[in-house]
């Protein structure tokens, strides 16, 4: 447990001096290892899966802000509209208009990002440019769209991953022109957010470096 809270020290000290806010992912991890850094200052935990999102909110601290951060398919939307901070990972329309509807039986309005497909993998999800172009706020009233996430190629080669920031910081800031109240950009995770950080992120998602390396459970 003191590991942990070493651990996620360490990073925080680094984020800070760059203005940037931490998302601690807490996927597969327990009760006691999420406590270990709300205890000393976390707020923010996300998560990747409904059902398991669902149970730990249950469970913890009513202040936690959780973000849901996985792909989120249309008909689990319902389960977190009462309570979720933010929705990191909304990538259709039709995705942010079950959100708007979720949002108006709640009454509330849920903040989410616009996930923008940056990498070169076709197995991640997301808005491209035109599409993110056609995007209208206004359509969504029960919904606040905070800014932008993206996710990186997985790989080594370094060019790669900063030229796929580097190109949703361009996106974001022509976003934030139509929309003034989009001020957050989520990138970078584990693997690459100090280079997501020179590129302009003003949030990270960072699980294995503060919990260690997640393993799912046995069934």
Not at 34 to 42: A, D
Not at 77 to 85: D, E, H, N, R, S
Request: net charge negative; hydrophobic share 35%; with cysteine.
């Amino acid at each position: 447990m003191h590991l942990i809270e070493e651990n996620y020290r360490r990073i925080r000290k680094q984020l800070d001096k760059n203005n940037v806010s931490l998302v601690a992912v807490s996927k597969f991890k327990s009760k006691e290892d999420i406590t270990s850094i709300y205890n000393v200052g976390q707020y923010d935990f996300g998560e990747n899966y409904v059902q398991e999102l669902v149970e730990k909110y249950s469970a913890l601290p009513k202040d936690i802000r959780w973000h849901f951060i996985g792909h989120l398919q249309s008909n689990k939307v319902k389960q977190l509209a009462p309570f979720i901070y933010l929705i990191h990972s909304v990538d259709s329309v039709k995705l942010l208009t079950e959100i708007n509807n979720q949002g108006e039986k709640n009454g509330r309005i849920i903040s989410c990002l616009l996930q923008v497909h940056i990498a070169v993998e076709e197995t991640k999800y997301g808005f491209d440019e035109e599409e993110l172009e056609n995007i209208e706020p206004a359509d969504f009233p029960f919904v606040q769209i905070k800014g932008l996430m993206g996710m990186a190629t997985f790989t080594e080669n370094t060019n790669q991953v900063q030229d796929e920031f580097k190109k949703l910081h361009r996106l974001f800031e022509l976003f934030k022109m139509g929309n003034p109240r989009s001020t957050i950009l989520s990138m970078g995770m584990s693997n690459d957010f100090e280079i997501a950080i020179t590129q302009g992120s003003n949030m990270v998602r960072i699980g294995s470096l503060i919990f260690g390396e997640r393993s799912q459970p046995a069934s």
